[in-house]
């Protein structure tokens, strides 16, 4: 069996890796030189919209899905026509647009941040007036790891906050109270079967997730919640795959935040922490398998590595670190890699991993 994937970046890598000992061979399509998923399989070096490449990967996958959530939509739907694809294109289509997606949770039952569209400066101030100060304005499209964002503190900050994101269409958002942040990481497979993870407890510094822990310390009492959030969205997008769904914990309710509809950096530490990783039952979810077990044994924590790698001699010390470097040149802000923490050692060995990433 072969998968098609578009994009060829650390997460394709992870599905490349965990493709391997399935018997399945992984194919990239990749515009960027030497991507991170190379070593772990073929790759047509192209753009997404290029017609040539699109159609060679639609022939020799058996099945095509992707890593990486800006994909064109319409190139998603061209592939469709020719090739299994999976998810379906109307998860991006929701996805990459902050205002669309808001409305799909509201619509879902899940509650969401308020908010309110802006094309424009008066816009805006009718987005203030309507979902208070302070707020963050961002744009509909493209932002990540806090890139697209702008606060709004204060009505002197109402000027120039919509030209400095460029002037393209946003949406205000009102600032949520919250506790924590927390994500849940879900596969649902082709005949229906929905697989959930357990909580997870997320740590964000300039807009980048930095260090997870899961099980989520506390949170027994919000994974059903979480469980029919997800199982919601899930089933009314007849969605085959894996997603992960971000969310506020605001007075011991689940405010969400955003969806990515593929694997997830909030998951990573399932790769050792559960008895089947987000990569291994994304592949099974595609391919029409069934899913694996998402069970795990104790608690497990994730620390990324951004901008620079520490000694690998360092982290290696640490009792139950597991090292997952993705093949990339260091560069401020970049995600190098991961370190995985698990045994009976799990804060200790935490704290001192985090010490060496300086997170």
């Known amino acids: 069996m072969r998968v098609g ?85 109307r998860a991006l289509e929701m996805s990459q647009d902050r205002l669309t997606e808001k409305r799909f949770l509201s619509e879902a039952g899940v509650g969401v941040a308020p908010h309110a569209a802006v094309d424009d400066e008066d816009s805006l101030r009718g ?28 009505p002197a900050d109402v000027p120039g906050a919509h030209a400095a994101l460029g002037g393209v269409p946003c949406i205000l958002e009102g600032a949520v109270p919250f506790t924590r942040e927390l994500s849940v990481i879900a596969a649902r497979g082709r005949d229906g079967q929905i697989a959930v993870w357990p909580l997870v407890e997320n740590h964000h510094q300039d807009g980048i997730l930095r260090w997870s822990v899961a099980p989520a310390p506390g949170s027994e009492a919000l994974q059903d919640a979480a469980r029919r959030h997800v199982t919601r969205l899930l089933t009314q997008l007849d969605y085959v795959g894996v997603i992960a769904v971000e969310f506020f914990e605001v007075s011991g309710e689940l405010i969400a935040n955003e969806i990515a509809p593929r694997v997830h950096n909030s998951g990573h530490w399932t790769i050792e922490g559960s008895v089947t990783s987000q990569f291994e039952n994304h592949l099974r979810a595609v391919l029409g398998w069934p899913l694996g077990s998402t069970d795990v044994s104790g608690r497990v924590a994730c620390v990324n590595l951004i901008g620079e790698v520490p ?47 300086g997170c």
């Open 5 to 89: 994937v578009l994009g060829g970046g650390q997460l394709g890598r992870m599905l490349g890796q965990a493709a391997l000992p399935l018997g399945v061979k992984c194919t990239f399509l990749e515009g960027a030189p030497a991507p991170s998923a190379a070593p772990t399989g073929d790759v047509i070096a192209a753009d997404y919209d290029d017609a040539v490449a699109l159609r060679a990967l639609a022939e020799v996958a058996d099945v095509v899905t992707w890593e990486f959530e800006n994909v064109p939509v319409a190139v998603a739907e061209r592939l469709a026509e020719h090739v299994a694809l999976h998810p379906p294109p």
């Open 311 to 357: 000694a690998i001699r360092e982290i290696l010390r640490v009792p139950g670190a597991r090292l997952h470097l993705y093949g990339k040149s260091p560069r401020p802000g970049r995600k190098l890699g991961h370190v995985t923490v698990v045994g009976p050692q799990v804060d200790r060995s935490l704290e001192e991993i985090r010490r060496l990433a």
């Open 127 to 154: 987005a203030v007036a309507q979902v208070g100060l302070p707020a963050v304005l961002k744009t509909r499209r493209m932002g990540y790891d806090g890139k697209g964002q702008h606060w709004v503190r204060t």
